[in-house]
């Protein structure tokens, strides 16, 4: 068991994790509506790749025999103002669940453990895939502005992501 500091920080990462799920999910939703099912299944993909972090962590508590302290999950945003808009909101979401992980690697070092700093190396090298990813789908975006036929061939693009 590691000590309540990294504990408390670490379960907050959970329930950030799973509200992440909860908002890509959201976004899914919405462009599901619109009509973009390539941008709708990539954010659903976006959405259980997050609670699979939601759950590395958790299971990582319970291998450190410590406790996991589910928290309530706040209802995420439903109403967005375009694609544009959802990746720039996913872009800064993800900066911010960036510092947070920062954050838990900082606490680690300072408390001299280790393992859990070992450990959240793994989230920072996704963190940085991640903000790429949604740094690349913007670019492209922006590049194409109102362009109907880009985004119909970046929707049909994104629908091939398998993970």
Not at 13 to 39: D, V
Not at 148 to 154: D, E, N, S
Request: hydrophobic share 35%.
């Amino acid at each position: 068991m590691f000590s309540e500091k990294i504990n408390e920080i670490m379960n907050e990462q959970i329930n950030k994790e799973f509200y992440s799920g909860y908002l890509y999910l959201s976004m899914s939703a919405h462009l599901h509506e619109l009509g973009l099912f390539g941008f709708a299944s990539w954010t659903r993909h976006q959405a259980q790749e997050e609670v699979e972090h939601g759950l590395k962590l958790l299971d990582y508590l319970l291998e450190r025999n410590s406790y996991v302290t589910l928290k309530q999950i706040r209802m995420p945003e439903y109403e967005f103002s375009g694609v544009s808009a959802i990746f720039q909101n996913i872009y800064e979401h993800e900066q911010c669940i960036t510092s947070s992980v920062m954050q838990i690697a900082k606490l680690a070092e300072e408390e001299c453990d280790r393992q859990t700093l070992a450990f959240i190396d793994w989230f920072i090298e996704e963190q940085t895939e991640e903000e790429q990813q949604v740094k690349d789908i913007i670019k492209r975006l922006e590049l194409f502005g109102d362009d109907k036929v880009a985004l119909y061939l970046m929707d049909k693009e994104l629908s091939e992501r398998k993970n």
